[in-house]
């Protein structure tokens, strides 16, 4: 499978519960995005890479969000102190860079469903 | 900033007829991207089709169109012969870059039923 592949795809947690989920991005990409999703509605962006260069955070990442992508592979999104509020499906997507043929089509996994209790 | 608008919460449309949903955006940049996917039940976003703010001729991709008319700020996808498969949430997005690599700004989604 060369597509982006999310892990894991669910995770119930209890509230104040640290939780992390691991990326891998399509191999030749070197950009690669967070985003998050909640019931009923589209996608927000919560983060981008190019290669281990976090370049973009949103108002959304909050101090309890950190992102990482160490060597420019696979990425990790760890939320610390899980609040009710974080349940919500979070996509990692990737890019090859612009100006290939290909560097229009952001590429999404599948997912990852958190759930706090 | 960015916005995308998608008025039609849920559609129906008939086995084989062709459907088009809707998508209005706002952007004062010159340069853009706009992209539909389609996120079926199991939750993937997969991408359809994109067209590009320069873009002279309306993008298709086998039975996906991008009906992009700039000056009214509409990027239309049109589904022909519609199949049970095509059942999904339907969602437009778009990109402050004529390359993407960056951000996506996504609506809300529209929920598309195809009736055998």
């Known amino acids: 499978d060369t597509g982006v592949s999310q892990d894991p795809r669910h995770k119930i947690t209890k509230r104040g519960q640290n939780v992390t989920f691991r990326c891998d991005p399509i191999?030749?990409?070197?950009?690669l995005y967070w985003y998050r999703q909640t019931l009923g509605q589209g996608p927000e962006f919560l983060t981008y890479f190019q290669n281990e260069a976090q370049l973009e955070k949103s108002r959304l990442l909050s101090d309890r969000f950190s992102a990482e992508r160490p060597k420019g592979s696979f990425s990790t999104l760890e939320i610390q102190r899980t609040e009710q509020g974080d349940s919500a499906m979070y996509l990692c997507?990737?890019?090859?860079?612009?100006?290939?043929?290909?560097?229009?089509?952001?590429?999404f996994g599948e997912g990852s469903w958190l759930t706090v209790v | 900033a960015q916005k995308i608008t998608q008025t039609q919460p849920g559609m129906f449309v008939q086995e084989k007829e062709a459907v088009t949903l809707d998508c209005t955006y706002d952007t004062s940049d010159p340069s853009y991207g706009l992209f539909w996917y389609k996120q079926p039940s199991s939750g993937e976003m997969i991408f359809l089709i994109y067209q590009g703010s320069y873009d002279q001729q309306n993008a298709t991709e086998g039975r996906y169109s991008l009906n992009f008319q700039k000056a009214r700020k509409s990027a239309n996808l049109v589904i022909s012969a519609s199949q049970l498969g095509d059942s999904a949430m339907y969602f437009c997005a778009m990109s402050p870059k004529y390359n993407a690599g960056n951000m996506l700004t996504f609506g809300g989604g529209t929920r598309l039923m195809v009736k055998p």
């Open positions: 191999s030749e990409h070197n950009r």
């Open positions: 997507a990737s890019s090859s860079p612009s100006g290939q043929d290909s560097g229009n089509t952001i590429y």
